[in-house]
């Protein structure tokens, strides 16, 4: 079992910078992917950023703002968001994917308003 513990969430005004942190408990190796999703209200949750064996992926919209980053070590993935917008307000969900499983965990959601 793994469990999720995400942190860093709040209320930053528009051009702002959060970093989001999200601790994983639980083997998981750097071949396991983990990454970020978020869902706005009204909308369906969509991929943000994935980390795998120190490869990024990110969707199109968010490249060049957000930042993935990972720590084996200490099974720790963060994503940095800079230069925020109100559109990027949204519940954000850390997640894991254990391949040799095929299995998906999740962590609770942290809240992500941007606002004036």
């Known amino acids: 079992q793994v469990q999720l513990v995400e942190s860093g969430g709040g209320l930053v005004q528009p051009g702002g910078s959060l970093r989001l942190s999200c601790a994983a408990s639980g083997s998981i190796f750097s071949y396991d992917v983990m990454g970020w999703y978020r869902q706005a209200p009204g909308k369906q949750r969509e991929l943000v950023a994935a980390i795998i064996s120190g490869s990024a992926n990110y969707a199109d919209s968010l490249k060049g703002r957000f930042t993935i980053s990972r720590d084996n070590a200490k099974n720790t993935v963060y994503l940095e968001m800079n230069s925020l917008k109100p559109e990027d307000t949204a519940v954000y969900y850390c997640?894991?994917?254990?391949?040799?499983?095929?299995?998906?965990?999740w962590g609770q959601g942290t809240q992500v308003t941007v606002s004036s």
């Open positions: 997640y894991v994917r254990l391949l040799r499983f095929n299995s998906d965990y």
